[in-house]
């Protein structure tokens, strides 16, 4: 019934006849194409007339049309269309042809492409071969309705014990990861996708630095983890809609497997650079700076984005019912924690973990700010003795911060808290616990124990030294 249904969109969206305009005027980013009566999202290839293929975003398309770069229609000036390219304006001259490619945007995902590395279009950049057998599935499908998704019940295991313990992933949850610049954020993600319990891993890199692309793939994430992983690349000097593309088409490929009754770990990394490149298209096309310079548009398109993650239920035939568990990582910029992308990401999001500076300059790692660090659906998918052994070790770490500048200086006397008295005796234990090498995959079941077992002994020693300041009264 769902191949039916996509091939019936597919459909939908063929073009009759030639569509085709020419360029008008060139404004910042974008081309002013007239008479190109097509709608907002259209493909659209620009014929420049230059005899040699010197385009980045200019790879032979499926028709054989070459010599010159992919655009989107992303809106309209007057009876002007306005074209936002996918490669560089270099070699665009006014009264270049602008064929238009198709209505209705698609992308085509396979099996094929585990263990791949892919760009914003789908294409390969590997250098492994072509990707073939592709189904077609919508770039922007309908949103799930409410009523279809299933109830957080499951935990997702990570390898991860600072989450799993701590800010326990649910399958289907949408986690943000909020840090600034150099606390760990990259070793982290590739420390989840190799460990984690999920059957398929997208990674998204969105806006990232060229030279991190191979870092994360040959050294975070490792053999391992990308035998079970499909990596959308879209970097830093692209065009902004190819980012923008580049995260859709990893939410696309995701629900793929979804809707094969898959557990499936989304991972996009950043959702701050899909945001500026949202900021740089409502720019370009004229929209308003609102809060610190962002558009409207982008805080639409924030939710669209990360509700696409998800537990769905099976269809009428028992089909489907997968689940896409997102980790979004979100900068914020001078630890910033209002910070307008941030603010909005967090009020959306199903809970978040804090990378903290300070933890990475002690060198605990991963840097996780337990304390400021949150799950919503955590005691939904834990066990009681879980629940409860995580209050206690929680407790016992807030009343070390409230302590710790005084026992830094020598200023504590030791007596005169029981509580903090034993948080002092068991923070290193604690820190061992949370503290986790980057080759380290750790049991959920092993884990687990250790916490409870803390937990209890904790609670025991705080009792005997309740117990001993009575008995001095």
Known sequence: MKVIQRAQKLLEGIQPRLVQGRVWALKGLTLLVGDLP??????????TRQSEDVFAGSAKMSDGTQGGVAGEVVGFDNAHAVVMLLGPTQGIRVGDFVKGMNTSQTVGVSRQMLGRCIDGLARPIDGKGAILDGVHVPLHPDPVPAMDR???????????????????????????????????????????????AADVNVIALIGERGREVRDFVEKNLGPEGMARS????ATSDESPLLRIRAAMVSCAIAEFFRDQGQDVLLVMDSVTRFAHAQRQVGL???????TKGY??????????????????????????????TGIYTILVEGDDMTEPVADAARGILDGH????????????YPAIDVLD?????????CDQDQIAARRQVMAMMARYAEVEDLV???????GSNPQADVAIDYQPRINELLCQGEGESSAIGQSRSLLVKLAVESSRALEGLQGATVGRK
């Open 230 to 233: 499909v990596v959308v690349v």
């Open 295 to 324: 558009t409207p548009s982008v805080f639409a398109l924030l939710p669209i984005l990360l509700e696409r993650a998800g537990a769905v239920e099976p269809d009428a035939e028992g089909e489907g019912g997968g689940s896409i």
């Open 373 to 381: 660090s949150v799950s919503r659906v955590a005691d939904d998918i």
């Open 284 to 290: 370009s096309v004229g929209e308003p700076p609102a």
């Open 150 to 196: 299933r109830r957080i019940d499951t935990a997702l295991e990570t390898g991860v014990r600072a989450i799993d313990l701590m800010t326990t992933l649910g399958r289907g949850q949408r986690l943000g990861i909020f840090a600034g610049p150099g606390v760990g954020k990259s070793t982290l993600l590739g420390m989840i996708s190799r460990g984690s």
């Open 353 to 364: 973990v804090i990378l903290s500076r300070k933890l990475a300059q002690h060198g605990h």
């Open 38 to 47: 097509l709608p907002v999202g259209s493909l659209v290839w620009v014929q």
């Open 408 to 414: 830094q200086i020598g200023a504590y006397v030791r």
